[in-house]
């Protein structure tokens, strides 16, 4: 209980799957929660883009009781190996992804928006208090608490809190505030030259995709001197391909990035007209389909030296930025609910004994940190292999990866699937479902 015999008060910033996932775990512990997310309504989109959830990441929903509700959605296809190319449509090696008998689970091939889902139905059969449309202004950190105020379709709340958890992702606002509690200045958003846009299709309008790209085999991905593409498929009958592609790109405003479709197509026509099927030909289908491309300008924060203060705390993009390129960005969102969840836990429980709460926050970041670090490092370095070469520094760029790839096991890949949140297991009996 918190002073004054009240139940511990959080307000968690953000629903997205960090958030949501955080609030699910506090959910079965004696807190009240309030959730805060500025979005004006409950999406219903697959703007997120097609997606990697690692076994580690699927062992926190299986945690909440969840990954059979996600597993049993039509799309998530598991994935024991990504295949890497060459422009040219050499292979260059296969890239494991987890396997059942190593790891629990092989990775999934999915849309972000099932994990969201997923989550965010049961956040509301658990009638969490949940406000939409619901921007932080300020927080304040007092003796007992922090005090947060934010606007609520267009009026103005206030609620003090014994926590409060910023899970608002990479253009956070509770990070800079945070910071200024600290007397600190945070570190912003800086664009990291690269540019992804993607696109979804029916695997259909492009002819030969279907033996291109097959359940067995639903992930190709090509490097080439002047970018990277990327395919997958992600529905469990192989009817539908999402693709995308990562490169270069001078930095823009938002509205700049704003470019008209013909613009972007001129462009993806002109880079990879040289490559070998099927990407001229996906570039083709998706351009007479009149969908419009998702595009996302790749954003990085360099590494923080703080994630909480006394009564605050950052957790996912709000505290660690992660690339795409590592396809971890969820799972490293789910770890971290975890983690924190199963600290809170224990403080809880022994509220009367000496443990403060900012000694938790720290042991959360000094936990945390250096595997998160890890995997950051190993996204910039795949970034940094999408970036612009020349014919001959492709050439090594390729030998470099196929003898990379020839010992590469799922042996390799035990540090980050093979990794389990302390506690994960305790909450399969407080979350039953699976």
């Not at 910033?13 to 004006?40: C, I, K, Q, W, Y």
């Not at 849309?111 to 989550?119: A, P, Q, S, T």
């Not at 540019?195 to 995709?209: H, N, W, Y």
Request: with cysteine; glycine share 8%; hydrophobic share 40%.
């Amino acid at each position: 209980m918190s002073q004054g015999g009240e139940r511990f008060q959080v307000i968690v910033a953000g629903a997205g799957v960090a958030g949501a996932a955080m609030a699910l775990f506090l959910s079965h512990l004696d807190t009240h929660l309030t959730v805060l997310e500025s979005r004006p309504c409950r999406p219903n989109t697959t703007e997120g883009g097609m997606i990697m959830l690692g076994p580690n990441g699927t062992n926190v929903l299986h945690g909440l009781g969840l990954s059979s509700k996600l597993h049993q959605r039509e799309t998530g296809i598991q994935v024991s190996h990504i295949t890497i190319r060459d422009g040219s449509g050499d292979l260059i090696g296969q890239v494991p992804q987890g396997s059942v008998e190593r790891h629990g689970s092989a990775s999934t091939a999915l849309l972000r928006w099932d994990i969201h889902e997923v989550l965010l139905d049961a956040l509301e059969e658990k009638r969490i208090d949940m406000r939409w449309n619901s921007r932080i202004e300020s927080m304040e950190e007092l003796d007992n608490g922090v005090l947060v105020r934010w606007s609520e379709a267009g009026e103005t709340e206030e609620k003090r809190a014994d926590l409060l958890i910023g899970a608002d992702g990479i253009w956070s606002t509770i990070r800079p505030s945070m910071y200024e509690c600290l007397g600190l200045t945070a570190p912003k958003p800086r664009y990291s030259g690269l540019v992804g846009i993607g696109f979804i299709l029916d695997v259909d309008s492009v002819p030969g995709l279907a033996s291109y790209l097959t359940l067995e085999k639903p992930i190709v991905m090509v490097h080439g001197h002047l970018g990277f593409v990327g395919m997958m498929l992600y529905d469990k009958k192989g009817k539908k391909v999402g693709w995308w592609t990562t490169y270069e790109a001078a930095e823009r405003s938002r509205e700049e990035w704003k470019v008209p479709q013909e613009q972007v197509f001129r462009e993806l026509h002109e880079r990879y007209s040289t490559c070998v099927f099927p990407i001229p030909q996906l570039i083709q289908a998706s351009e007479a389909s009149g969908e419009k491309p998702f595009i996302w300008p790749v954003y990085e924060v360099e590494k923080l030296d703080h994630w909480h203060s006394r009564r605050t705390v950052l957790i996912g993009d709000a505290a660690h930025a992660m690339p795409p390129h590592s396809g971890q960005g969820a799972s490293q969102a789910l770890e971290d609910a975890a983690y924190l969840a199963h600290l809170l836990r224990q403080y809880l429980q022994h509220r009367d004994s000496a443990t403060d709460l900012q000694s938790v926050l720290d042991t959360f970041q000094k936990a945390r940190q250096p595997r998160v670090d890890e995997i950051v490092e190993e996204a910039n370095r795949r970034g940094n292999m999408k970036r612009e070469t020349s014919r001959v520094g492709m050439f090594v760029r390729k030998w470099m990866m196929r003898i990379i790839f020839f010992f590469m096991t799922q042996r390799w890949m035990d540090r980050w699937f093979a990794y389990k949140v302390p506690g994960i297991e305790d909450w399969e009996t407080l979350c039953p479902g699976e």
